[in-house]
């Protein structure tokens, strides 16, 4: 059974910043990433490794998250710095096998 298990979230003045972690039953050759869904809105895509080992990254998030992963520990990354109240929103991790798996979520708050 697949599971995905977030953590690492919480609340952040601006300017701060937070990892999150999502450990999983194991990571995906296919793709494998991070969502966001603040309130109102649609969920999207923050950052995901594409087969191949690419990354793809939103462009309000460039230059300030990187994902990144550990394949011994099943484990995915989101290091997240200079947070914004823009970046507030519940995170998600996903991962891409005969079908798109999906974690609980995370609650990330920026916040003064």
């Known amino acids: 059974q697949v599971q995905l298990v977030e953590s690492g979230g919480g609340l952040v003045r601006p300017g701060g910043s937070l990892t999150l972690s999502c450990q999983a039953s194991?990571?995906?050759?296919?793709?494998m990433g991070w969502y966001r869904q603040a309130p109102g809105k649609q969920r999207e895509l923050v950052a995901t490794f594409a087969s191949g080992g690419s990354t793809l990254s939103a462009d309000s998030v460039k230059g300030r998250f990187t994902i990144s992963r550990d394949n011994a520990k099943n484990t995915l990354y989101l290091q997240m710095n200079s947070l914004k109240p823009e970046d507030t929103a519940v995170y998600y991790c996903m991962e891409v096998l005969e079908r798109i798996y999906w974690g609980q979520g995370t609650q990330v708050t920026v916040s003064s």
């Open positions: 194991g990571l995906s050759a296919n793709a």
